[in-house]
């Protein structure tokens, strides 16, 4: 097997990635980085994200309301060291990026102009129009171009870590346009892989985020945490679960039920406030997980309006008028005539609540590092708990700056500590068990199971009894059938038994990674006997900080269930309180 | 809700088994409002697993899912069933060598991207302690369309020249390059100029101007071209003819 020798290789090209890539490129011209990648980076999903990145800017701002609103916003379930971190950072972030050319929206003065978003105090949301995302994603990739120690490995999609001694010391990948296995030596290795709202059949994420990212580290030990608080975005189009951001309330636009009634205010969010004055923290500007889940009581009440692809509710941007939606909002406006074909600047678009995003993942401390010396996690794929129990919008891509860099510092910090390649023996014997575990899949017959059917039966479990809410009895049958669906994945069998650029072999590997990360979804679930953000039991209503201001940590087994256990959260100042998002109250 | 059967003749190509390309015909079951994509993603779930083509964000801004339907460049997450006859011819993007199906080796275009220089080179550096660049929105606009593109290569499919000089830059790169000229930040145009201004860059532009008609962000790129090829015409004046003004 043809193998790679690298200082540090990072999985993953998106923001996280690219951002890890380019600060060890920048502080230390001398290392060799593997850029490894299963799509080409400017494919990656941070290329969806639409509204924007938070970082404290404006004069009336200042980083302890961004804590405090993160913090709440996460039900108390942010590790506060992490977030000081992050608010602490963001603001260097996106002025670097800003130096690096992304095209960030302006104010008439030249500044850089911020945006109201859910659950924030202060406009502190950095946009360009509504897609941020893109151009993060495109300034990171543009800039990675011209660091000739960035060697990328693009359409390689990484299939097991390599470990020597309690350490990690590279990986396997399989070359998609051979369909070779490669083997990557590497003295750290960086985990950007991205989320896994792929589980869920209604999401706004793409094909590609499929949890692969998780799934290496957990299989290699490393518990995944807090994965049971999965967000969900309210204002997803029904027809395709596309995303509109949620910028459209930062603009102003409103939510309607069935009568035209702006039923935020029926939920703790009121009152109302005027059309066209968004107030922060208040009605449509909530939080995601109340705003979906004030969808769900509708729904049961009902309310919503029924479309041809099921019940949603109603979207309201008429009062902005053409001229801000198309400045502002020009990829929701096109989307919501492609896909929909209602046009927000006549009427309002129908919507519901979609899978989104995951609030948990790869466990990190502070500095991206997770329990397996020489591995690190940034972006959507780890957990280092700045999000909590629910994510605010715009603090994502912040995150994926802040904490990509920060995976990048610490394997140098990790280099400089000495850590030596592994010796050619237990890195052979790794990649040769890799390649015969990919040799019995490719060439496994008599199988009696496919992709698609196992795929569906998961997809149609979580959308089921893992959605915004939750029963205990419906999460122990989630639970059984995983378990079930795992065991019946060792009996698929491929259809096509080629090299070049398999899709069907990669999305074989891609349902494995899927499963393990549903089952450590379902399973912590489980385990978490009360509501708290994004995870709401019908039979457990009440957060319970005695018992489960905890995070959850579950730790995979090749077989069975995984083990559910839990540690601690960082708490230096801000002790849990009421989440109140009805009006200002100071 | 309505359902509309469609006959799907897709490309398939495979280099361990195929000696040449060959079509394959697919009956699918469509919903009305699907795209072409929509009808690759059932015919890859139901009916063969073994077609390959590229694709993810289904939102037509991955850049990922870009291919010759019934001969026309186009993102298939953007092209409309309802668009089509009953029939519809799907190929892998035109003037790219096939890996296999409608994936295509895109190693030109990684490759070319990367000579022009596609990022800030600073007029005056600043450190980040000093701040944000001051950027009007009027300043912001006389580069931002140019941003837009999402290196999907409808462009190149679509550029004649590109088909027939191969070596041809070609339309988004030179974009993307007149991107950070454009942008009152950079001051690298001096560099990317030897890469665009030069025969392979925007000479060999003939202005056709598909290349702006099948763009699926409206991005011009035939504008930036003869931009560049303007500003290097002045460029070349004022070396040869008065040198005086050269500082």
């Known amino acids: ?586 | 809700m309505g359902e509309r059967l469609v006959e799907l003749e897709v490309l398939r190509y495979h280099p361990e088994t195929d000696k040449e390309p060959r079509f394959q015909r697919y009956s699918v079951s469509c919903r009305e409002e699907w795209v072409v994509l929509d009808a690759l993603n059932h015919i890859k779930e139901a009916i063969d697993p073994t077609l390959s083509y590229r694709w993810s964000c289904h939102m037509a801004v991955c850049g990922s899912c870009g291919m010759m339907i019934d001969g026309e460049p186009k993102l298939a997450c953007k092209a409309f069933l309802r668009d089509y006859q009953s029939v519809i011819r799907v190929e892998p993007l035109a003037h790219f060598p096939i890996e296999r199906d409608l994936v295509t080796v895109i190693d030109d275009f990684m490759a070319k991207l990367a000579r022009v220089k596609p990022y800030l080179i600073p007029k005056d550096a600043k450190t980040v302690e000093e701040g944000e660049y001051r950027q009007t929105p009027a300043e912001l606009k006389r580069f931002k369309q140019y941003t837009l593109c999402i290196n999907c290569m409808l462009c190149y499919a679509a550029c004649p020249e590109y088909g027939l000089i191969p070596k041809y830059i070609g339309p988004a790169a030179i974009a993307l390059a007149h991107r950070y000229n454009q942008d009152s930040r950079d001051g690298g145009r001096d560099q990317r100029q030897e890469e665009i201004a030069a025969t392979e860059g925007a000479w060999d532009c003939s202005f056709v101007g598909a290349c702006s008609e099948v763009c699926p962000e409206h991005v011009d790129p035939a504008a930036a071209i003869q931009q560049v090829k303007i500003k290097s015409m002045v460029d070349w004046y004022t070396e040869h003819l008065m040198p005086w003004l050269k500082k």
């Open chain 1, 1 to 586: 097997m043809e193998s790679i020798r690298t200082d540090v290789a990072i999985v993953g090209a998106g923001g996280a990635g690219l951002r890890a890539a380019i600060a060890l490129a920048e502080t230390d011209p001398a290392l060799s980085i593997a850029l490894i990648s299963k799509v080409y980076p400017m494919r990656s999903h941070t290329c969806a994200a639409e509204g924007g990145a938070a970082g404290v800017i404006k004069a009336d701002d200042s980083l302890e309301h961004h804590f405090n609103d993160t913090v709440g916003g996460g039900d108390w379930l942010c590790d506060q060291d992490a977030v000081d971190y992050l608010v602490r950072e963001a603001p260097k972030e996106l002025i670097q990026l800003e130096h690096w050319g992304c095209p960030w929206n302006r104010e008439p003065n030249g500044a850089v102009a911020v945006r109201p978003f859910g659950g924030m105090k202060k406009q502190r949301t950095w946009f360009a129009a509504d897609k941020s995302g893109f151009h993060i994603l495109h300034t990171l990739f543009q800039t990675s171009l011209q660091f000739s120690s960035i060697r990328r490995f693009d359409e390689y999609y990484a299939t097991e870590l390599l470990t020597e001694e309690g350490r990690c010391a590279g990986l396997t990948a399989i070359e998609m346009r051979s369909g070779q296995m490669r083997r990557f030596d590497a003295r750290a290795v960086i985990i950007a892989g991205g989320g896994a709202g792929r589980m869920f059949p209604f999401t706004t994420n793409g094909a590609i985020k499929t949890g692969d990212g998780m799934a290496l580290a957990y299989r290699a030990g490393v518990p995944l945490k807090d994965m049971e608080f999965v967000q969900y975005h309210p204002t997803g189009l029904p027809s395709t679960g596309t995303l509109l951001t949620e910028a459209c309330r930062g603009e102003g636009g409103v939510l309607l039920n069935k009568n035209g009634r702006r039923f935020l205010q029926d939920y703790g969010m009121g009152p109302e406030t005027p059309l066209g004055h968004p107030v922060l923290k208040t009605m449509e500007l909530g939080p995601r997980d109340r705003v979906s889940q004030a969808f769900w009581h509708e729904q049961k009440k009902g309310n919503a309006v029924p479309t041809q692809w099921g019940d949603a509710m109603l979207l309201d941007m008429r009062h902005l008028g053409e001229k801000t939606i198309n400045e502002r909002l020009p990829l929701v406006r096109d989307m919501s005539i492609s896909y929909m074909g209602v046009d927000p600047v006549t009427d309002p678009v129908p919507v519901r609540p979609v899978v989104h995003y995951m609030m948990g993942g790869i466990h990190t401390d502070i500095k991206a590092a997770t329990l397996l010396p020489g591995l690190y996690a940034a972006g959507e794929c780890a957990c280092v708990s700045i999000n909590g129990a629910n994510r605010l919008g715009s603090n994502s891509l912040t995150e994926l700056l802040v904490f990509g860099r920060r995976a990048a510092l610490s394997a140098m910090e990790y280099l400089q500590s000495g850590a030596r390649p592994a010796g050619d023996a237990a890195l052979a014997a790794g990649a040769a068990a890799a390649q015969a575990r990919l040799r019995e899949l490719m060439q496994r017959s008599g199988g009696t199971e496919t992709v698609a059917g196992v795929r569906k039966e998961m997809m149609q479990t979580m959308e089921q009894h893992a959605g915004i809410y939750r029963s205990g009895a419906g999460l122990a049958e989630a639970c059984a059938r995983l378990g079930e669906l795992r065991r019946r994945y060792r009996g698929i069998e491929l259809h096509d038994k080629t090299n070049v650029y398999n899709t069907d072999l990669l999305q074989a590997l891609e349902l494995g990674s899927m499963l393990d990360c549903a089952e450590a979804v379902t399973q912590s679930a489980l385990a978490r006997k009360e509501s708290r953000g994004a995870h709401q039991r019908i039979d457990f209503t009440a957060r319970d900080d005695a018992n489960y201001l905890r995070h959850s940590l579950a730790y995979h087994h090749p077989t069975q269930a995984p083990r559910v256990d839990y540690c601690d959260v960082v708490i230096t100042r801000s002790q849990p309180g009421v989440r109140d998002y009805s009006g200002d109250h100071e």
